[in-house]
């Protein structure tokens, strides 16, 4: 996990302070009926600021259930969208897959749509935590997921950690 959170900060668009391990309180959140789960990570754009995201991160060197836990997530991300949405704390929260090992390659263009996200929902009720489904909400959801994979190789694409460091607070001072 620490890689992954390593190279989203090195993106210098994205700060990720907060991990399930060091600081569970930031990297949960709350369904409907008040169950929580608990993302792998937390954090906030830069630019433009204002957005936190949360992510699931999972490293695995081949699919295993990749399919049936993304669809978990799917579900989890409704669920604590309809709980902000409903107590007026959402702030367009992203949310971030984060997976070494691709899972249904032949749909990959449909796995961020709304439809995949019924389809989840409806496959897992039990997670929705009486989150209602509408159409303009899994709009707005599917709207709001990131699918990245990496590979133990973007090490060497990443920039040196002295650099980062002058980025960072080029890109922290412009933001305020």
Known sequence: MEFARRWLNYTTRLDVPWTVYD???FTTLRRP???VHRFDMAGHF???PGRDFYAEVKKYEKQ???KKQYEEFLVNCYAV???????QLDKNTQFFWISWSPHSATRWQELASPTELSTACYAHPHILGGAKLTGERMNLVASRLW???LSDKHSELMM???YFMHVKAQAIK???
């Open 174 to 176: 412009d933001a305020s």
């Open 23 to 25: 600081n569970e309180r």
């Open 46 to 48: 830069l630019d433009p």
């Open 33 to 35: 009926d008040l169950t």
């Open 64 to 66: 295993s259930d990749l």
């Open 81 to 87: 969208t309809c709980h902000m949405l409903d107590t």
């Open 147 to 149: 699918l990245l994979i």
């Open 160 to 162: 040196r950690p002295e």
